[in-house]
């Protein structure tokens, strides 16, 4: 299985490529891409750069341009897609139908992936996107179990990409609107969830509180992990008693079911993070790697070293053991 | 408001698990009473609770179209079972109803059949409208979260298509694969004993500091507040928006539906509207700050001064 | 771990203007070798970016569009946009990108307040830059460069060496 990485900045890139990513993600420094956080992401020439040093080592690069195009603004995005094919991009991760359609039109060689964004979450989907924008590869969504990802690879025809690694969406990606009614700025339209333009932390005496906008998404008592106010995975109030109503604030880690996720027919393991640091990267990246290289009995302690790396220092396997739901 | 075109309004699908026959006598008093075109009917959030309603189906179909007005089947907005792809798969073949995609699994089995797009599919662009215009959608119901300037965008490359907007209702934000409400109530999805029956319009989620902010409907999260356009509906018809939706909340929602005919019709004033609005739908304050591309959460105050200022 | 205070304790002696001095001589030479750094902060680089490690006396104010630098004596009321406090080693590990912002954050090891965009974006901003503060500073000249040198090689080394110690004790010397 191929091991697909993050970069949120050239370093992180170069980490990336010499720590053994198959292929690395990346995205323009604008709103055309999902992570479209201050001080991140690429110019047109940071990429040219990037996509050289990649196919000099064997690496593919995927560009991705999956955010929704903003009404009357569709230019930005079309201009980003020529750019990255002009550039050899390997593939585009599209999100959008009417950005999908005029790729497949325009760029009929150009690998098409669609990007968990676009939320395909069954057959049907899948094979809609396949032959209407012959779309070659699709991110799943981590709304599934590893039972329906082996189902779905049965019944469609493209190849699969399923994240085992970083931030968790709790909701259905590409379908959340949480972030823009508390801040006005959402994944879909903006390319951030949360935005930190809207976050503040305070300390309530012994206790941190983080606020998205208007709203309380936390209080964490001295000592204990914090974490970023995510919306959904804040603690709230519901009926009599408080917690975390949505998720934990824990990261996604399948590492462990890596054996039943290639039986299930999966092509290709996705890392998250292109907002975390390249130390982050060139860690998690070098020790997955590993981890693919190692007989499964000899995974375990790998992949224990990468826990202390995420979120709230907790991780779950999320939607693909059914029990999470 | 011009009138030279027709607006027309129309009732979502109960998001909400409600007994049924709280179901049923809401549907046939909205046949009975309410000035609706057309009402969108059929489970649209999760595949456990279908059987709740079947029941009730025909008759409710029956009462709505002897009134007059079209019915639409909706499908789930989030399907990951075989079985649910299974469903809409069945219904596209035998019914004879308009169907409204919510996903796009549905998109797919609905191609080149006469169909509607609900508000969960991500409409952002005219290119994206025209895609599914190609395909066969005749309405489309544009994401509540769109912004004005993004409607009048969209409606404006496609005077043929009838655009819909989302003007009343708690926002539908997010759904997941994992259930909340179950969760909050000590359940598991698979065993969730239907515990989101207890909340007919949602169960409430608090902020820390006591804010209301969201509300759980089984795998749904919708806002606390509830979205209004009923200030905003002369600007969208004006751009050439000619259907609004009313999601039903649990509320008297034959007079919401007399109250936003009344402002299309210039019979009622919008600012007299929303504030007899506000006492119709007391749970909840209203907001329209998606459609001021602003939180979505907040209520932006129409202004007059516009009028006053430079008198026509 | 904590930088223990016989390493910190000419800081106290040494006067504020001369820290300074050698403070804009750093910068200056960041600033040059990493002029990517300031693209990256976009429209946040007037902003002031206040660092306060929190095993020394000092608190470092930074307006990198200007290329301002000011350095105070605790306890002092900072007037900046954005506040980050830790530890000298983990500041400067991450300026160098050597460790993991939201790690430490997660594990409360660092903490940030005010303007988190623009935090973000210099957090990101030097993430990007590839700064190597002991190869960077070899670089400098002038009367001042042995004594930056030396500071700062003796607090990077040990910052290094000492990474999995527990933080400890509080110093002694504020």
């Given at each position: 299985m191929e091991l697909i990485c993050p970069a949120g900045t050239p370093a992180a890139f170069h980490e990336a490529v010499d720590a053994g990513a198959d292929a690395v993600y990346c995205g323009f420094?604008?709103?055309?891409?999902?992570?479209?956080?201050?001080?991140?992401n690429f110019s047109r020439d940071e990429l040219r750069e990037a996509i050289a040093y990649a196919k000099r080592k064997g690496t593919q690069t995927f560009v991705a341009l999956n955010t929704f195009m903003r009404a009357g603004a569709e230019e930005i995005w079309y201009k980003g897609a020529a750019d990255a094919v002009a550039l050899g991009a390997d593939a585009l991760i599209l999100a959008d139908f009417g950005l999908m359609a005029h790729v497949a039109e325009k760029y009929p060689q150009q690998r098409l992936h669609v990007s968990v964004?676009?939320?395909?979450?069954n057959p049907d989907a899948i094979n809609f996107l396949v032959d209407a924008f012959?779309?070659?590869?699709v991110v799943l969504p981590?709304?599934?179990?590893i039972a329906d990802i082996a189902r779905i690879g049965k019944n469609i025809r493209c190849e699969m990409e399923v994240f085992v690694f970083g931030g968790l969406c709790v909701m259905a990606e590409g379908r959340c609107s949480l972030s823009s009614y508390a801040?006005?700025?959402?994944?879909?339209?903006?390319?951030?969830?949360?935005p930190a333009s809207h976050v503040r932390y305070r300390k309530d005496g012994g206790e941190l509180v983080s606020e998205l906008g208007e709203f309380t998404i936390n209080r964490f008592p001295a000592g204990e992990a914090a974490g970023y106010p995510t919306l959904c995975k804040g603690r709230f109030d519901i009926a009599d008693s408080n917690g975390y109503a949505f998720e934990d604030p824990v990261s996604l880690d399948v590492m462990g079911e890596l054996e039943a996720l290639k039986a299930a027919g999966v092509k290709a393991l996705k890392i998250e993070g292109?907002?975390?640091?390249k130390a982050y990267v060139a860690e998690v990246v070098s020790t997955m790697k590993a981890a693919l290289n190692s007989p499964p009995d000899r995974r375990a302690p790998l992949l224990a070293?990468?826990?202390?790396?995420?979120e709230g220092q907790k991780t779950t396997s999320g939607a693909y053991e059914k029990r999470w739901r | 408001m011009t009138q030279t075109k027709k607006t027309s309004l129309t009732l979502g699908p109960v998001y909400y698990l409600w007994d049924a026959e709280k179901w049923r006598d809401f549907h046939f008093r909205i046949a009975d009473?309410?000035?609706?075109d057309r009402v969108v009917i059929g489970?649209?959030?999760?595949?456990?609770?279908?059987?709740?309603i079947e029941p009730h189906l025909a008759e409710v179909v029956e009462r709505l179209e002897s009134a007059g007005k079209t019915v639409i089947l909706s499908t789930l907005a989030l399907v990951t079972l075989n079985r649910e792809s299974k469903q809409i798969r069945e219904m596209a073949e035998v019914s004879e109803h308009l169907m409204e995609a919510n996903d796009l699994s549905a998109l797919a089995i609905l191609k080149d059949k006469p169909h509607t797009i609900g508000p969960?599919?991500?409409?952002?662009n005219a290119p994206t409208a025209r895609l599914l215009a190609n395909r066969g959608a005749k309405r489309i119901c544009l994401?509540?979260?769109?912004p004005f300037t993004s409607v009048k965008e969209i409606v404006a490359e496609f005077p043929d298509i009838d655009f819909e907007v989302f003007?009343?209702?708690?926002m539908p934000l997010a759904i997941s694969a994992r259930c909340a409400h179950a969760r909050s109530k000590g359940k598991i999805k698979d065993n969730c004993?239907?515990?989101?029956?207890?909340?007919p319009d949602g169960l409430p989620v608090r902020t820390l500091?006591?804010?209301s902010f969201l509300a759980l409907n089984g795998v749904q999260t919708v806002s606390h507040a509830c979205q209004s356009l009923l200030g905003e509906l002369d600007h969208l018809v004006e751009a050439g928006v000619r259907s609004f939706r009313l999601s039903p909340q649990d509320c008297d929602m034959v007079a919401v539906a007399k109250l936003h005919r009344a402002v299309l019709d210039e019979t009622v004033d919008a600012d007299a509207g929303v504030a007899k609005l506000r006492q119709l739908y007391a749970a909840a304050p209203l907001a329209n700050g998606f459609h001021h591309a602003k939180e979505g959460a907040v209520w932006v105050a129409r202004t007059r001064s516009l009028q006053a200022a430079w008198p026509a | 771990m904590q930088i223990p205070p016989i390493l910190s304790a000419p800081l106290h002696m040494i006067p504020i203007p001369l820290i300074e001095r050698i403070c804009r001589l750093m910068f200056g030479r960041i600033a040059k070798a990493h002029p990517g750094l300031f693209e990256r902060l976009?429209?946040?680089?007037q902003k002031r970016f206040a660092f306060l490690?929190?095993?020394?006396p000092l608190a470092f104010v930074v307006v990198p569009g200007r290329q301002e630098i000011s350095v105070l004596r605790k306890p002092v009321e900072i007037e900046a946009d954005a506040v980050t406090e830790a530890p000298l080693f983990l500041l400067l590990a991450l300026m160098e990108g050597r460790c993991d912002a939201d790690a430490l954050f997660f594990s409360r090891d660092l903490s940030v307040t005010g303007d988190m965009e623009a935090m973000l974006a210099m957090r990101n901003a030097l993430d990007a830059s590839n700064i190597d503060l002991q190869k960077d500073l070899a670089k400098l000249a002038g009367p001042f460069a042995p004594i930056a040198r030396k500071v700062i090689g003796e607090i990077r080394d040990r910052a290094l060496k000492d990474q999995n110690r527990p933080a400890g004790e509080a110093a002694a010397w504020n």
């Open positions: 420094r604008d709103e055309t891409n999902a992570r479209n956080f201050p001080g991140l964004q676009a939320s395909a979450s012959t779309a070659q590869r981590r709304t599934l179990t801040t006005g700025k959402s994944p879909n339209m903006n390319g951030v969830c949360s292109r907002q975390r640091g070293r990468l826990r202390t790396m995420s | 009473e309410a000035p609706v489970e649209t959030i999760c595949s456990k609770r279908q059987h709740f969960l599919v991500n409409v952002y994401p509540p979260e769109l003007a009343f209702g708690r004993q239907f515990v989101c029956r207890e909340d500091d006591r804010q | 976009d429209e946040h680089r490690p929190t095993d020394l």
